[in-house]
């Protein structure tokens, strides 16, 4: 079992209990749901010192093994939320699709008013995640990390530039959009370091580059 379901209040319980906690905020009202703000820099840097390095191991890997959009409220999945989240205006009808509104990609500075030409990306990709430890998972153990809306993992961005970053870490991909790039590794350590994964020495080189100038 992965050390941070004892090490950081994440048993499985304490991690659907944070989805179900965003759900509730996400619902109320009064509240304003907003993309979670990853940790600061030097709190990046200080989590990326503390990660395993580690070869990394797809020997099994699946997709369907991190079970995806589950329902967050109502008829409303993992991916209908995080475009109402995400998107400005967003209309929806009964089955909780996005209808209208307009969304902002900080991967590229593209904006859309199609929820087609949306994607919800994984920021620490599920076979990433698979690689560096998750292959020691349950099933409910992955199917919190791939609907986590508590943490800057989940976040609407344009559909091709999401396939083009694919499975890929921070070695070999960053967003296009500089002015996002301090926030994109920042929010990457705080993922990996949340669920104890591990990091690969290019990776580990390349955000230890990045974050050097956060």
Request: glycine share 4%; hydrophobic share 40%; charged share 15%.
């Given at each position: 079992?992965?050390?941070?379901?004892?090490?950081?209040?994440?048993?499985?319980?304490?991690?659907?209990?944070?989805?179900t906690a965003s759900v509730a905020l996400f619902n109320s009202p009064n509240a304003s749901a907003a993309l979670p703000t990853p940790v600061s820099g030097a709190t990046a840097r200080s989590y990326l010192s503390q990660?395993?390095?580690?070869?990394?191991?797809?020997?099994?890997?699946?997709?369907?093994?991190?079970?995806?959009?589950?329902?967050?409220?109502?008829?409303?999945?993992?991916?209908?939320?995080?475009?109402?989240?995400?998107?400005?205006?967003?209309?929806?009808?009964?089955?909780?699709?996005?209808?209208?509104?307009?969304?902002?990609?900080?991967?590229?500075?593209?904006?859309?008013?199609?929820?087609?030409?949306?994607?919800?990306?994984?920021?620490?990709?599920?076979?990433?995640?698979?690689?560096?430890?998750?292959?020691?998972?349950?099933?409910?153990?992955?199917?919190?990390?791939?609907?986590?809306?508590?943490?800057?993992?989940?976040?609407?961005?344009?559909?091709?530039?999401?396939?083009?970053?694919?499975?890929?870490?921070?070695?070999?991909?960053?967003?296009?959009?500089?002015?996002?790039?301090?926030?994109?590794?920042?929010?990457?350590?705080q993922v990996k370091y949340y669920y104890d994964l591990s990091v690969d020495s290019a990776e580990k080189s390349a955000l230890t580059n990045y974050l050097a100038g956060c």
């Amino acid at each position: 079992m992965p050390k941070f379901y004892a090490r950081r209040r994440t048993s499985i319980l304490a991690a659907l209990t944070a989805l179900t906690a965003s759900v509730a905020l996400f619902n109320s009202p009064n509240a304003s749901a907003a993309l979670p703000t990853p940790v600061s820099g030097a709190t990046a840097r200080s989590y990326l010192s503390q990660l395993t390095v580690a070869t990394e191991n797809r020997t099994g890997y699946s997709r369907d093994l991190f079970p995806h959009w589950i329902t967050i409220s109502g008829a409303c999945n993992t991916r209908e939320t995080v475009l109402k989240r995400d998107g400005s205006n967003v209309v929806t009808d009964s089955s909780c699709a996005a209808t209208s509104g307009s969304w902002y990609s900080p991967y590229d500075g593209a904006t859309w008013t199609a929820a087609a030409d949306l994607d919800i990306d994984h920021l620490v990709p599920l076979a990433e995640a698979w690689d560096s430890g998750a292959s020691k998972w349950t099933t409910a153990q992955r199917q919190a990390f791939a609907n986590d809306l508590t943490r800057p993992q989940l976040i609407a961005v344009t559909d091709n530039v999401n396939q083009a970053k694919g499975d890929q870490d921070p070695a070999t991909w960053v967003p296009s959009r500089s002015a996002y790039l301090c926030t994109y590794v920042r929010a990457w350590v705080q993922v990996k370091y949340y669920y104890d994964l591990s990091v690969d020495s290019a990776e580990k080189s390349a955000l230890t580059n990045y974050l050097a100038g956060c």
